[in-house]
């Protein structure tokens, strides 16, 4: 168990709709990632939010947001969903988010299935 | 940005043989390495990194080395176990500054299968 908790693990939804993913890091980390695993895709990191603050943006979708809120949770949120968006999303947390040196610690993952 | 090449894309060896992965990475500024070992439908789980100021590192099984002027490392795992058996992934983040903070960027991964 690395510490990092995301909620629901799994999630079935339509096309069109929207849906909210939660990640709690590990006690004492600041930063958290998103990564999304398709088949396809492989790892592709989302964002990351440092303290509150957004850090780093990598291939997210305009329809893709995300925050961290005071206590350090982050929600993803994902709309106007389309098939292609099937996949694993995976939420990692590290202690600091300056330097990219430190090692970031996965959540188990939501699989979300557009139908 | 940064660009993370891996080979093979699978493994097959028997227990006991010794495997070994290859990453290739495009940023000069990246300065540390982490491989993951990713077992079907779970958490990728670093298993091992090493950053740019060393050449090689060991713990147990698994060594990583690290050629920062031909700019790839190598996963390398001897005596081989069956529960060896799942996705290998290597990574790279580039140095601070900028919006690379800690982004890591993945590899293909390598599927690596130990036969008893």
């Known amino acids: 168990d690395s510490g990092v908790t995301q909620t629901p693990k799994h999630l079935i939804t339509a096309t069109g709709q929207r849906v909210t993913l939660r990640c709690s890091p590990r006690?004492?980390?600041?930063?958290v990632y998103w990564y999304q695993q398709s088949l396809d895709q492989g790892l592709q990191f989302l964002i990351q939010y440092y303290n509150g603050e957004e850090r780093a943006k990598g291939n997210i979708l305009e329809r893709f947001s995300a925050q961290q809120f005071p206590d350090l949770h982050s929600e993803l949120n994902l709309s106007s969903l389309e098939l292609g968006d099937s996949a694993l999303y995976f939420c990692a947390s590290s202690v600091e988010g300056l330097g990219g040196n430190n090692e970031q610690f996965f959540g188990p993952g939501t699989r979300l299935t557009v139908l | 940005g940064e660009n993370v090449e891996q080979h093979p894309s699978t493994l097959s060896v028997q227990e006991g043989d010794s495997a070994v992965i290859k990453c290739t990475y495009s940023?000069?500024?990246?300065?540390?390495f982490p491989w993951y070992k990713q077992e079907l439908g779970k958490r990728p789980q670093l298993i091992i990194d090493?950053?740019?100021?060393?050449g090689e590192k060991k713990d147990q099984r698994i060594a990583v080395t690290l050629n920062k002027t031909a700019k790839h490392f190598s996963l390398h795992i001897t005596e081989t176990q069956p529960e060896d058996s799942a996705v290998y992934f290597c990574?790279?983040?580039?140095?601070?500054?900028?919006?690379?903070?800690?982004?890591?960027?993945f590899g293909q991964g390598t599927i690596l299968t130990v036969h008893p």
């Open positions: 940023d000069s500024a990246s300065n540390y």
């Open positions: 990574a790279a983040t580039p140095n601070a500054g900028g919006t690379s903070y800690g982004k890591l960027t």
């Open positions: 090493i950053r740019s100021n060393v």
């Open positions: 006690s004492g980390d600041l930063s």
